[in-house]
């Protein structure tokens, strides 16, 4: 294939399907300039493979290629920010899985909440389930528990400084409940 005929099918085949691959980039890096340069990445790694031989479908091949520059890329920064985790799915990165050390530290973690939870008031501990559990509003949790939203405000102020005071002092740091 000739340079010129390997030209005229990048443009046929390839740059048509510009809006997807960006979509797909944007997705993953989020930064619009990032995005765009491992666009320019992706159309040179497509190029060169097409002297080889041409990509048959061509938008599997080029998303694939997407992804392998995202994922390179990730890889070399050391940095992942909280959009790309939320798109590790797609990108098909193996999930770590954590450690038996992380376990056991959850577990502790999780029955020292529930220890502090267990000493609030059972008012302050519902409003405090309701908020960081259920994750409903305080005009929400207003409704539900049948009182005024400035009271459901208190309930979660004395809940937090309750809490806070317990892990403090669970922790060494100072303070009771």
Known sequence: MTVSDL???FVREVLPLEA???????RCVRNEGDAADIRQD??????????????????????????NLV????????IVSIEAVADLDELDIAE???????????????????SALEHLSPRCREAVIL??????????????????????NEYL??????????FNSESGRGGAL
């Not at 997807?20 to 944007?26: D, G, P, S, T």
């Not at 908020?131 to 459901?152: H, N, P, W, Y």
């Open 131 to 152: 908020k960081k559990i259920e994750g409903l509003t305080i005009r929400e949790i207003s409704a539900r528990m049948g009182i005024g939203v400035d009271t459901v």
């Open 71 to 78: 994922i390179d890329r990730m890889r070399r920064e050391q």
């Open 20 to 26: 997807a691959l960006m979509q797909f980039l944007r």
């Open 157 to 166: 102020a004395i809940a937090m400084v309750g809490l806070a005071n317990r």
């Open 96 to 114: 770590d899985r954590p450690g038996p050390e992380r376990n056991t530290i959850a577990r502790q973690e999780f029955r020292q909440l529930q």
């Open 42 to 67: 992706v159309y040179v790694r497509v190029y060169e493979a097409a002297q080889k031989k041409l990509p048959d479908p061509v938008k599997p091949f080029l998303i694939a290629t997407a992804r």
């Open 7 to 9: 030209g005229r099918w």
